[in-house]
């Protein structure tokens, strides 16, 4: 195979890696495979001028051999999933944009972020989550998404669209069809929505085809199974070529690029695998295959790919195609123009973006049923559940950046309150429960901050054995939480357990306005 051909199946791979600074692992990926783009995570991130001249320096070791920028990707929806949180304006969940009500700030503050993330050298946002969370027990979308119904998706996802198109980056609707009506998290495991083509075409696609409508440059797979669709069993949409090319391509008429979702999901590595699974998705009709983590697999993927082009299992049309789409999406502006990036932003957190961050995260705040603040006068014990393992969609707190825990003792403390915590894991073993129920023994007010509890059996037995009458509940991601204690003193959801989500809530149940600063 002659080596233009190898570069532009190179193009068609966006890669991972684990780092702060550019390293063999990706130095080798870009320029020895030609690998057409990278994405950040958490593990990426120190600071905004450390990211900044991360991205720089991704792109100068790229130009040494290429004509053609990178895609520089990142997962920035807002709330917990925000790989770039500190230093730069804290963006709501999804979610909390429909509670608190404005369409129209949902799109400014999509802006705002669009464009810190561009100085950043960041050029393409994995977002809009535009799946319809219209299944409480979902533990992978909840509230990544707008809404639980197809219109409010539509509402808020198509303003975000229309705010990251203003700064300039590159928009990525996901997760197509749909990952809404799940039960399953397809990072473990395959999921399935067994619907038929009438409800898919009532509930799941109509934000999809809002989106092509407006010109969305990008569209996301989901590692899900739709049998109304695919009539091969357990064949997800990023494998399928009667989802991506016949549903996607021909019947919705989209022809800008699908990326497929990292296949290094166990719903994709423990099934076909990796390698399998980067040339089956460029077979269906993808357009660029992402391998977020290991470098093996990332090589293997790749060679699988150069293989099958060379036995004819992948023709040269489909490589060409797909080769044209992704060069064709390089000539969004901040791709093009990654060079006049500043090296040290300036820009960031500016006072006007943080005024309408904190007005929007209050105005999002939930209260359910009648609610008392808490005595001032009286003790506190506080009970935090948070994330102590990484996810994709669940990132624990990297000590190297200083962040601020998910909690709100320092708030409370901040208030003068009296307050002792017992922090538990989400994952709440039965260890932890029966700690956390003997530290509350005896409590005379007890505030308890759950993280989607309502998956989660062990936080469930600790919320029933908290006396109500002396129990303020705060749901810190799922709102569905509030349910399990509907006679405590207060009933709160935030929507997030970030601090800026947070500072409400303890204003709320100290009595107060405004009073908390996130970022004092």
């Not at 807002?78 to 500190?86: D, K, P």
């Not at 393409?124 to 998404?145: F, Q, S, T």
């Not at 509402?155 to 229309?162: H, S, V």
Request: hydrophobic letters at 45%; aromatic letters at 4%; glycine letters at 6%.
């Amino acid at each position: 195979m002659d080596q233009a051909l190898r570069q532009k199946i190179g193009q068609l791979f966006m890669v991972g890696f684990d780092a702060l600074e550019v390293n063999e692992h990706i130095t080798r990926l870009i320029q020895e495979r030609h690998v057409g783009g990278v994405i950040l995570f958490r593990r990426n991130v120190h600071t905004p001028q450390q990211v900044a001249a991360l991205c720089r320096r991704l792109q100068e070791i790229n130009a040494e051999v290429s004509d053609i920028p990178l895609l520089i990707s990142l997962d920035q929806e807002g709330g917990m999933v925000m790989r770039v949180e500190q230093g730069v304006t804290p963006i709501p969940a999804a979610m909390a944009f429909q509670q608190a009500g404005s369409v129209a700030d949902c799109e400014q503050l999509s802006r705002i972020s669009g464009d810190e993330m561009r100085q950043l050298g960041i050029n393409m946002i994995l977002a809009p989550v535009l799946d319809v969370n219209n299944n409480p027990l979902n533990p992978v979308i909840g509230v990544r998404a707008f809404g639980e119904d197809p219109d409010t998706v539509i509402n808020y996802g198509m303003a975000a669209m229309r705010g990251l198109n203003a700064a300039g980056v590159i928009t990525t609707a996901k997760h197509f069809p749909g990952h809404g009506d799940t039960s399953t998290d397809s990072h473990y495991s395959m999921s399935i929505v067994p619907h038929d083509k009438a409800r898919l075409d009532a509930m799941e696609l109509p934000p999809f085809k809002a989106a092509i409508a407006q010109g969305v440059h990008a569209i996301m797979t989901a590692h899900v199974v739709f049998p109304a669709i695919e009539s091969e069993p357990d064949l997800p949409a990023t494998l399928s070529k009667s989802v991506l090319t016949d549903l996607l391509r021909g019947e919705l008429g989209f022809k800008g690029v699908i990326i497929s979702d990292c296949l290094e999901m166990l719903a994709i590595a423990d099934g076909v695998g990796v390698t399998n699974g980067a040339i089956q998705t460029l077979k269906a009709g993808a357009d660029i295959a992402l391998i977020s983590h290991q470098q093996e697999r990332q090589q293997a993927a790749i060679d699988g790919v150069i293989a099958a082009v060379e036995r004819g299992e992948i023709s040269l049309d489909q490589i060409n195609q797909a080769h044209e789409r992704v060069q064709q999406l390089k000539q969004i502006s901040a791709v093009k123009t990654w060079r006049d990036a500043p090296i040290i932003p300036q820009g960031l957190m500016q006072p006007a973006a943080l005024a309408l961050a904190e007005k929007v995260q209050r105005a999002a705040l939930r209260v359910a049923g009648a609610f008392r603040p808490l005595n001032t006068a009286l003790p506190v014990t506080l009970i935090t559940v948070e994330v102590r393992l990484r996810s994709e969609v669940d990132e624990a707190v990297i000590a190297r950046n200083n962040e601020a825990r998910s909690s709100m003792l320092p708030a409370l403390l901040a208030a003068g309150i009296d307050v002792r915590e017992y922090a538990l894991s989400s994952e709440a073993n039965d260890a932890e429960v029966a700690a956390a129920i003997a530290f509350a023994q005896g409590a005379q007010q007890i505030v308890l901050q759950t993280y989607n509890a309502m998956l989660v059996k062990g936080q469930q037995t600790l919320v029933a054995a908290l006396p109500q009458d002396k129990l303020w509940l705060v749901a810190g991601r799922l709102p569905y939480d509030l349910d399990l204690a509907p006679n405590a003193q207060g009933r709160l959801a935030s929507y997030g357990c970030r601090p800026a989500a947070l500072a409400p809530v303890v204003e709320k149940l100290l009595g107060v306005a405004q009073s908390i600063c996130v970022l004092c």
